[in-house]
Structures are given as structure tokens and as C-alpha cells.
């Protein structure tokens, strides 16, 4: 049913910007929050950013905190993560989370994950 499908990833410099995109379906898109979380063997999973776009909220880790920006395109059920000034410490797969309840405002929890896309800071 539901289907969360991230795209995007690469390998990119250090300074450099790449946009993560997530299309989902199989759900009423605008009536719940979507996360990006980032997993790497040495730190596990780590929250990145949130957005509630029914009541127009985002947040974000302190981390990516004014180089990353979250947005959705509720016409096509899209989901996108823009980075800007990449550091090698950004170096992660992304995947794209759905909050589990409808119109929910607390952080979590998460029901369905993507793929997840593969993002590589390096020179």
C-alpha cells in the first residue's frame, strides 16, 4: 500500500549541494508529517529533519541546522531535502520516514521507510 521511494544521492565535494527527493504514495500525503533520518555504522540512526505541512512546521537537527532545508510538493506527494554545504560528516544513507498518525504534531513515531539513497561528502 503505502510506497516511500528516495532518489538523489551521489557523491558530491565538500562545500558542495545536492537535493534529495522521496515520492510517496499509497496514503493521503498531506494529512501526515514525513522525517529524513541518516544511518552510518559509526553513529546508527539519526534524525535529520521534519516537516508537518498541514500546520506549516518544520525542524531540524541542530547538525544540518541552516544548510539543509526540507520541503514538500503535496500536489505530487513529494518530499525533497536540499544540501548545502556538505562536510564529509554528512556522509550517510538518507532514507524518507512517515510519521504514523494522521495529522500527529509529536516527533514519531515512524511507520514506513524507503530504500533509502546513498550520499558521499569526499574529495
Known amino acids: 500500500e503505502v510506497q516511500l521511494v528516495e532518489s538523489g544521492g551521489g557523491l558530491v565535494q565538500p562545500g558542495g549541494s545536492l537535493r534529495l527527493s522521496c515520492a510517496a504514495s499509497g496514503f493521503t500525503f498531506d494529512d501526515y508529517a514525513m522525517s529524513w533520518v541518516r544511518q552510518t555504522p559509526g553513529k546508527g540512526l539519526e534524525w535529520v529533519s521534519s516537516?508537518?505541512?498541514?500546520?506549516?512546521?518544520?525542524y531540524y537537527a541542530d547538525s544540518v541546522k541552516g544548510r539543509f532545508t526540507i520541503s514538500t510538493d503535496n500536489a505530487k506527494k513529494m518530499v525533497y531535502l536540499q544540501m548545502n554545504s556538505l562536510k564529509s560528516a554528512d556522509t550517510a544513507v538518507y532514507y524518507c520516514a512517515k510519521h504514523s498518525w494522521e495529522k500527529g504534531i509529536t516527533a514519531g513515531p515512524y511507520d514506513y521507510w524507503g530504500q533509502g539513497t546513498q550520499v558521499t561528502v569526499s574529495s
Open positions: 516537516i508537518y505541512s498541514f500546520i506549516s512546521v518544520t
